[in-house]
């Protein structure tokens, strides 16, 4: 059998197998950057050769081996000192002195970014946001612990045979650039789990801040193993991408914009790796006939409130009510607007336009984007097959609309270009609420605004993701991916009857 050699150098043009039948060749720039101890990988989805620079791997594997070493004694603490870290963590998050620290490492974050042009609307580390962990951490805190609980019991003669919930092993979490989610995301040390992030640049300083002041010390104080939660110090995409690679995890969870969630995805597939990946987002809301114009305009209103996953993307009115359902819609936006400062946009598609009036394609309106306020027409035209595209905004609204002819097309526009993730109906039909949650492929399904879905609002959980089924259905679990979701199942045999045989 032939052996292998280790890669020293890359040059230009040079092939390399992917997925076993095709071949992706080396780039310049590939080739000049690659030094002897990086790590390449090739998706097999994409043909993409991703770098991962040797300090960068190393910085990886050492977190996880401490993680894992974390994991192993992790066994051996008691429930009610997991209890503590997660009094003490919300305590110290209270406390005016620690929190003046964290504000000010994320001052100096929200800074940065708004110097490169970027978002910030998700990063600022406000009064609201602080409110939201503490309780976030006080809800773990309050919950009944799953470690090595029996869930089921079978019963044969001689022996019976114990279902029981227990820790999985590290959980590898790559979040985009908000400050909250480390804090939610040390839920899974509640069913006994470890935890290695890596957070978007964007929060860094933050993440750190928070690590240092709270995070560390309150682990410690409550007895809990110090590398039970680790933060990877880079700000390279290639250390989530070293992350994801590594198969001895148990869980990856993935939050961010589409494409980066997307290659982690891949990646964790390769690895052969359970992932969670939090992607695409934007929710869908579809009228019918029979419609109430008042909870139509009280769902878009309370579903435009800020730019999040849930938030209502596109809007699908039946052709019968299009003239009193447009008019509800566009107050909605309009009283949102007002209310967040600026305007607000439609986007409406081609063959729609007709029921929308007309001077709104001939107005501009004050249009806030991450580089700033530009003006912009209040509606624009837009191609069918962009319906499902996801709008990003700051401080002015912005949705699809579209008209449908019944109800059943509203349902297949949603199945073919939504990113499968939440749908709502507004009806006073109950039979169409039936037909809708059994035709909708969705995994989140209501009837009045979009976003209540969130597992702290929903579940009294902090959630440590969100996962749409643009890649399929979950396996056995929910959407939302909680801290107590995160277990495995072993089986315990209890032999009374020394003489059980087959």
């Known amino acids: ?19 076993g039948d095709r071949i992706a060749y080396v780039s310049a720039d590939l080739a000049e950057k690659y030094k002897p101890g990086d790590q390449l990988i090739i998706l097999r989805e994409t043909g993409d050769i991703l770098l991962i620079p040797k300090e960068i791997h190393d910085l990886v594997t050492l977190a996880v081996d401490k993680a894992l070493e974390a994991f192993e004694a992790l066994r051996l603490v008691s429930d009610e000192q997991i209890t503590q ?30 110097e490169k042009g970027r978002s910030t609307t998700r990063l600022v580390a406000d009064e609201k946001m602080r409110r939201t962990m503490i309780a976030g951490l006080q809800q773990w805190r309050d919950l009944p612990s799953g470690r090595e609980k029996v869930i089921r019991t079978y019963q044969h003669e001689g022996w019976k045979l114990d279902e029981v919930q227990s ?25 006994g789990n470890t935890a290695v992030f890596r957070i978007g640049s964007d929060a860094l300083g933050t993440a750190q801040a928070m690590m240092k002041t709270a995070v560390k010390p309150a682990l410690i104080s409550s007895g809990l193993p110090e590398h039970s939660a680790i933060l990877l110090e880079s700000t390279e995409h290639s250390a989530g991408w070293a992350l994801f690679a590594d198969p001895r995890l148990a869980l990856v969870v993935a939050r961010g914009s589409g494409r980066a969630t997307e ?29 109430d114009p008042a909870k139509f305009e009280l769902a878009v209103y309370n579903s435009i409130d ?28 309009k009283r949102r607007s007002e209310k967040l400062g600026h305007g607000y946009r439609i986007h409406v598609v081609e063959k729609s336009e007709n029921f929308i009036p007309k001077e709104l394609f001939e107005t501009e309106t004050e249009v806030l984007r ?46 073919e270009q939504s990113p499968l993730m939440v749908a709502s109906l507004i009806s006073e039909d109950p039979t169409a609420h039936e037909r809708f949650f059994a ?21 009294r959980r902090p ?26 199942i072993r089986l315990r045999a209890h032999q009374t009857d020394a003489d059980v045989h087959r």
């Not at 400050?179 to 069913?191: E, F, I, K, S, Y």
């Not at 730019?307 to 936006?333: F, G, P």
């Not at 019944?406 to 949603?414: D, P, S």
Request: one cysteine or more.
């Open 167 to 191: 820790p999985c092993g590290v959980v590898a979490f790559v979040f985009e650039g908000r400050p909250n989610v480390l804090a939610d995301a040390t839920g899974v040390l509640r069913t």
């Open 306 to 333: 800020r730019k999040v996953c849930n938030t209502l993307n596109v809007v699908c009115i039946h052709r019968s009510r299009a003239a009193d359902l447009i008019e509800s819609m566009l107050n909605a936006l």
């Open 1 to 19: 059998m032939a052996g292998f050699e280790r890669i020293t150098k890359l040059e230009v043009g040079m092939p390399i197998l992917v997925g």
């Open 439 to 459: 035709e909708i492929n969705a995994p989140f399904v209501g009837n009045g605004f979009t976003r209540w879905v969130d597992g702290q609002y929903a579940l």
């Open 370 to 415: 991450a580089d700033g306020i530009h003006r912009e027409p209040i509606a624009t035209i837009l191609p069918q097959n962009k319906l499902g595209y996801e709008w990003e905004w700051e401080q002015t609204p912005e949705v699809t609309v579209t008209i449908i002819s019944n109800l059943a097309e509203g349902i297949q526009l949603f199945n």
């Open 85 to 114: 870290f997660y009094t003490n963590f919300a305590e110290r998050l209270a406390d005016d002195a620690t929190w003046a620290k964290i504000a000010q490492a994320n001052e100096a974050d929200v800074a940065r970014a708004k």
């Open 263 to 291: 290659v982690l995805g891949a990646i964790a597939r390769q690895a052969g790796n359970v992932a969670s990946l939090h992607g695409t987002g934007g929710a869908w809301i579809i009228t019918d006939e029979t419609a």
């Open 463 to 488: 959630e440590l993701g969100i996962s749409n089924w643009q890649n399929g259905r979950l396996l056995a679990r929910s959407g939302i991916l909680t801290g107590d979701g995160v277990y495995t």
